[in-house]
């Protein structure tokens, strides 16, 4: 379980905070799953690089701080606050420039050490209203 809460801490530290997608391979199984509150489900580590890159381009200084992490057999799960500056077009805002952060969780499934599946759920209403403040 040590490991799982490792590899979700560099989930979000490298992938995500360091936008180094050349860690994928390392903590994201190839055929992983993910589903999130901003998107449609992506698949494998090409989609998933996508999807980082599109959102770190909506978001400057993209954060994604771990709050709290529970582990149990092969899942972990994580409660999240993510944040960023708004500089392009996100759920179909154009740019305010405005600094916005909302809570999340993230459910992790692992297969051999590496992320298989993964949800992340986000109070999107919340963003939504400081985009649109």
């Known amino acids: 379980m040590e490991w799982h809460k490792r590899q979700v801490r560099r989930f979000y530290a490298e992938i995500w905070n360091q936008v180094d997608t050349a860690a994928i391979p390392e903590v994201l199984d190839a ?9 449609s489900v992506r698949t494998g580590h090409a989609e998933f690089s996508a999807y980082v890159h599109e959102v770190t381009g909506a978001l400057a200084d993209y954060r994604c701080d771990i709050e709290r992490l529970v582990a149990e057999g092969d899942q972990v799960v994580a409660k999240m606050m993510f944040s960023g500056v708004h500089r392009a077009s996100l ?10 952060a909302w809570a999340g969780a993230a459910f992790f499934s692992f297969r051999d050490g590496l ?3 993964l949800w992340v759920l986000g109070d999107l209403a919340g963003l939504q209203k400081q985009l649109s403040e």
């Open 31 to 39: 055929a992983v799953t993910f589903r999130g509150s901003l998107g």
């Open 91 to 100: 759920l179909g805002m154009p740019a305010t420039g405005r600094r916005v």
């Open 115 to 117: 992320v298989a599946d």
